[in-house]
């Protein structure tokens, strides 16, 4: 009989790894708290950037000199290109039209004038809007205020209006110009 020898196999345990080593861990905590502080840097300055434009945009030198814009422009566009009256020294314009746009005989005016503020007073933009024959003032409105500076200039049936505002925290120019087309 054959005795067969069996070799005593020693088996050794098989861990099976699960899990994280403490090392690993805090390389990222470490990069996830990178990225965190990144991430809330740009979310801190794309806000800023927002407020500073939404600043600029609704800051009343930027509204007003759209508001002026676009009086001067109506009310040149619908003026007489006959006549108009501009200042020697360009700081008002005066413009006629119809006041009744279906009889055609022009029987109103509407004047733009710059007045200079003095001391801590800003200048306004004003229109004055009368009546022809005789010449009689009906309403004066404030178009702008904070104007720092204006200036009428005309080329042929073109009247142009340079307007400066600073509210103190912003100067915004605006330049319009508007063709008389009536006859």
């Known amino acids: 009989m054959r ?8 088996r050794r345990k098989i861990t099976v790894r699960s899990g994280f080593t403490l090392l690993e861990l805090v390389i990222a905590l470490a990069i996830a708290a990178v990225v965190i502080v990144a991430v809330g840097f740009i979310v801190a300055d794309s806000q800023r950037a927002w407020g500073a434009m939404y600043n600029r945009i609704y800051s009343d030198a930027a509204t007003d000199s759209y508001v002026a814009a676009k009086e001067f ?3 040149v566009r619908k003026a007489s290109g006959e006549k108009f009256l501009l200042s020697e020294s360009s700081d ?4 006629y039209y119809a006041g009744d746009a279906s009889s055609g005989v022009v029987d109103s005016y509407a004047r733009f004038s710059y007045t200079a503020g003095s001391g801590d007073s800003k200048g306004r933009l004003l229109v004055e809007y009368g009546r022809l024959n005789p010449k009689e003032a009906l309403a004066t409105k ?7 500076a204006c200036v009428f200039k005309a080329s042929g049936r073109s009247i142009q209006m340079m307007l400066t505002l600073n509210d103190g925290s912003q100067a915004v120019t605006v330049i319009s110009s508007a063709f008389m087309h009536n006859q």
């Open 3 to 10: 005795m067969y020898h069996l070799k005593k196999i020693s």
């Open 142 to 148: 404030i178009i702008s205020e904070n104007v720092s």
């Open 92 to 95: 008002w314009v005066e413009v």
């Open 73 to 75: 422009d109506a009310v």
